[in-house]
C-alpha cells in the first residue's frame, strides 16, 4: 500500500469528529502506528517506556526510524502540507491536511481538518 493510503487510514483513526486539528510527536506517530498495525514493514526495533506517552511503545532501530521519517516528510510536503480526502464512516468525504513545522528533536506533525 502507498504511503498516502496509510496516511489516510491513519488519520481517518486519529483525527476524531470533534477535534478541529491535532499535533503530534514522531514518537506518537510511532507508537499509533504500532498499536494499529500499520506499516508492519516499516516497523522493527524494541519495545520499551517512552516517558513522554507513559506506556510501553517501539522504540524503532535506525534503519527504520530514517525510513519512516522520510516517508512522512515525502507526505507532509513542509509547513504548506499536503490534503488527503478519504470517506468517513457516515459516508462524507473528509479533508485532512497534514504538515509539518520544527526541525530535529523538536519537529511536530500537525493533522487539521478542513471544513468546507
Known amino acids: 500500500m502507498e504511503a498516502g493510503g496509510i496516511l489516510t487510514r491513519f488519520s481517518r483513526r486519529y483525527c476524531s469528529r470533534d477535534t478541529r486539528g491535532r499535533e503530534c510527536s514522531f514518537q506518537e506517530i510511532v507508537h499509533i502506528m ?17 516517558a513522554d506517552l507513559q506506556k510501553l511503545s517501539l522504540k524503532l532501530n535506525d534503519a527504520c526510524n530514517s525510513r519512516l521519517g522520510m516517508l512522512l516528510q515525502r ?3 513542509g509547513e504548506r502540507g499536503e490534503i ?3 470517506k468517513s464512516d457516515a459516508g462524507k468525504n473528509r479533508r485532512i491536511r497534514f504538515h ?9 506533525f500537525h493533522f487539521d481538518e478542513i471544513r468546507q
Open 34 to 50: 504500532w498499536e494499529k498495525g500499520l506499516l508492519p514493514w516499516c516497523l522493527h526495533g524494541r519495545k520499551e517506556y517512552v
Open 75 to 77: 507526505n507532509c510536503s
Open 84 to 86: 488527503h480526502i478519504f
Open 100 to 108: 509539518a513545522k520544527g526541525k530535529g528533536r523538536s519537529r511536530r
